[in-house]
């Protein structure tokens, strides 16, 4: 029995040993680990300020290039305007839109001025109209974000807006906007599927108020034949005189409103949103270009930077490079 204790007590002094060996370990490896990281960021830093004349002519150039290709390229605006699709889906809506994007790509300036119902001297100005996505993330049916790249599928997350979507336009002369969008509008109007599918939606809805009203009359009469003249005379059944309950009346009164807020929607409806796209959003005057000069020069300037950290790298360990390409 003690010989058992005792090396139950020499295991237990073997494992806290050895426990206590993994924790000096683990803390010489994290220690070796920052010393390490400490001497490369050291190491990083002499030879970045070693080759910095380098790097520094790189940076100038890239602002030369910059420079050059601000002086010789046109300024261009964009803004964006929000439409809502009365008549037909967003996707059908956002591709008839973006044969317009393909005349800009393709420079066919014939057949977009010709969508837009637009002068050859008025589209020449226009550098691109492309329709995108409006994003809701989480699903609270508040607009988060365009998807101008195209990139956001729709998941449990992530859904694209049904009742919204966006149109961008880059122009190089921001004050032909409103021209524009009349162009817009025109090509979206003057589509023959479109213009039957939204006369067929008005007709539907004229009708649908028609009959919510004569419901409403209907309902109001039967109402006041229930309300006064039965609740005046009663009911006789079996020699007793019943009337009108109260639940009854409440019951009409419900009806009658649900058919008034009822019509009130179709109301708006017809008023706000009869057009087959009604505008939320219009456009905004940009106030810069999007090819400013600072905007051009953070491209070229990361570019450059790059490439002259890929020259002094080369540069300087040229051998070991070559070294290593031979045995290759």
């Known amino acids: 029995m003690t010989k058992e204790l005792e090396n139950k007590n020499q295991q237990r002094s073997n494992d806290e040993i050895d426990l206590l060996e993994l924790f000096n370990k683990m803390g010489?490896?994290?220690?070796?680990?920052?010393?390490?990281?400490?001497?490369?960021?050291?190491?990083?830093?002499?030879?970045?300020?070693?080759?910095?004349?380098?790097?520094?002519?790189?940076?100038?150039?890239?602002?030369?290039?910059?420079f050059l290709k601000f002086n010789t390229s046109d300024r261009f605006y964009s803004s964006d305007i929000i439409l809502r699709s009365n008549s037909v889906d967003n996707a059908d809506m956002i591709a008839h839109i973006n044969k317009l994007h393909f005349y800009g790509e393709e420079n066919n300036k014939q057949a977009l001025a010709q969508s837009l119902n637009l002068d050859s001297a008025e589209v020449k100005n226009v550098v691109d109209i492309e329709a995108f996505w409006i994003i809701d993330i989480n699903r609270d049916g508040i607009p988060d974000l365009v998807d101008d790249r195209n990139k956001y599928y729709q998941d449990t997350t992530v859904t694209h807006?049904?009742?919204?979507?966006?149109?961008?336009?880059?122009?190089?002369?921001?004050?032909?906007?409103?021209?524009?969008?009349?162009?817009?509008?025109?090509?979206?109007?003057?589509?023959?599927?479109?213009?039957?599918i939204n006369r067929i939606r008005l007709i539907q809805l004229r009708e649908r108020i028609a009959k919510t009203e004569t419901e409403l009359s209907e309902l109001d009469s039967l109402q006041n034949y229930k309300y006064f003249e039965e609740r005046q005379k009663g009911k006789f059944s079996e020699g007793q005189m019943v009337f009108l309950s109260e639940p009854e009346t409440k019951l009409y009164h419900e009806s009658v409103f649900e058919l008034y807020r009822s019509k009130q929607s179709l109301d708006?409806?017809?008023?706000?949103?009869?057009?087959?796209?009604?505008?939320?959003?219009?456009?905004?005057p940009p106030a810069q270009p999007d090819n400013s000069y600072?905007?051009?020069a953070k491209t070229w300037v990361i570019l450059f930077f790059v490439l002259g950290l890929v020259f002094v790298v080369t540069i300087s360990f040229r051998k070991e490079l070559i070294s290593v390409y031979r045995k290759y």
């Open 28 to 66: 010489k490896g994290i220690k070796w680990f920052f010393i390490n990281i400490w001497d490369i960021f050291l190491k990083v830093t002499v030879f970045l300020i070693k080759k910095s004349p380098y790097l520094i002519a790189f940076v100038i150039l890239g602002f030369l290039v910059a």
């Open 161 to 196: 807006m049904s009742s919204r979507f966006d149109i961008r336009v880059k122009t190089s002369q921001p004050q032909s906007l409103d021209k524009v969008k009349d162009g817009i509008l025109y090509h979206i109007n003057t589509n023959q599927f479109f213009e039957k």
């Open 268 to 284: 708006k409806e017809l008023d706000i949103y009869s057009e087959i796209v009604t505008v939320l959003d219009d456009f905004t």
């Open 294 to 296: 600072l905007n051009i």
